[in-house]
């Protein structure tokens, strides 16, 4: 099985590719390493550093991974996106060109090579106005922000291809993505970081003073959000048996979160408790476009493809996050300079 990584070289892509790798997948990554880590990419992995939105290099990149009988690729996963929720709405045009013009050129190639399966990086995103708090699938779709729009627009998409081309695909709409490898040798390092808990253990390792929280006046039992945090090897493990469901089932669309809502002094107080750093807090205003509450309801893929998240606990997902801090306090430049 040859699978396709676009984005393989960020955050949760890289941890996608190690548990490929790790089941014996053959794998391709393409990254234009605009977010990504070149030293991210498993030594196994096939590299290729490209930027979806120029046509000529992707065409050329499929005929050249076309095989004799088969389609290039048996299965694509799409990851790679500008993912950040604020900067789309200072930066719409940016993320409506690159976000939906790559997934365009890249359906187009996946489509004409006649690939068989593909699999969406989604998002939770699309429930910007939920009814039903833990969210299903049957929820409304409301993206909250440009980059939601986007990917509302690739699921969208994707159903056009299935009914043109017969294309299968999932969509896996993920809540909070968080944790890193077990093994500590990846992890989350974006730039600028935005996301609760790397910023949080950077306040530990002495790299920030302290953390602002935004708002404390939701309500929530502590007046702090709520959001489901879910750990990168479990979100990489759903795309691998969505990717195997779809050799035989049919297109679908699932949540992926652990059903567990923690609130953002939960989140603090955990990482107090893993770190024994004391992470100093400012209290502050909400942020623009923040809901009170996000929190999955997963059951449709655990009773489908039998996925189960095996580090559930708040605790685990932190631990890991600070292993992968505390041996690449500087992220991926400490593997670069090595
Ligand atoms: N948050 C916070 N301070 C920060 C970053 C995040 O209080 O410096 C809060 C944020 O308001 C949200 C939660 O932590 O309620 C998770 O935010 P994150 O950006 O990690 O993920 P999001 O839920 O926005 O995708």
């Given amino acids: 099985m040859k699978v396709l990584v676009t984005g393989g070289a960020g955050y949760i892509g890289s941890h996608v590719v190690a548990q490929l790798i790790e089941q014996g997948y053959q794998v391709v990554v393409y990254d234009n390493l605009s977010a990504g880590h070149r030293s991210a990419v498993h030594a196994q992995a096939t590299f290729f550093e490209g930027d979806l939105m120029d046509r000529a290099v992707l065409s050329d990149f499929f005929n050249q991974h076309q095989r004799d009988s088969q389609p290039p690729f048996d299965g694509v996963m799409h990851f790679a996106s500008h993912i950040q929720v604020g900067e789309s709405m200072k930066a719409p045009f940016k993320y409506l060109r690159d976000n939906v013009g790559a997934m365009i050129n890249l359906l187009e190639e996946v489509t004409h090579h006649g690939v068989p399966r593909f699999i969406l990086s989604s998002t939770a995103n699309l429930y910007d106005a939920p009814e039903r708090i833990p969210i299903d699938e049957t929820e409304a779709l409301i993206p909250g922000s440009v980059y939601g729009e986007t990917k509302y627009f690739g699921e969208r998409m994707l159903m056009w291809m299935e009914r043109i081309y017969g294309l299968r695909y999932c969509c ?11 093994d500590g040798h990846i992890g989350e390092a974006h730039d ?41 090897i479990d979100l990489a493990d759903a795309h691998i048996l969505a990717l195997k469901a779809l050799a035989t089932g049919e297109s679908r669309v699932y949540n992926l979160g652990n059903g567990m809502g923690y609130s953002v002094l939960e989140v603090l107080e955990t990482a107090r408790a893993v770190t024994g750093h004391a992470i100093p807090v400012v209290y502050g205003e909400r942020r623009a476009g923040d809901l009170p509450r996000l929190v999955a309801d997963s059951t449709r893929i655990k009773q489908e493809l039998g996925w189960h998240p095996e580090f559930a606990s708040l605790h685990q997902i932190v631990q890991t996050a600070w292993n992968w801090h505390q041996s690449h306090p500087n992220g991926f430049e400490d593997i670069n300079t090595k």
């Avoid at 935005?194 to 950077?202: D, G, K, N, S």
């Avoid at 953390?211 to 945090?229: E, K, L, N, S, V």
């Fill in 192 to 232: 600028p970081e935005t996301h609760l808990i790397p910023l949080l253990l950077q306040v530990a390792l002495g790299q920030r003073e302290n953390i602002t929280i935004y708002g404390t006046d939701y309500d929530t039992p502590d007046g702090t959000c709520i959001r489901d945090y879910i750990h990168v």
């Fill in 172 to 182: 896996l709409r993920y809540f909070n993505a968080a944790g890193a490898h077990p």
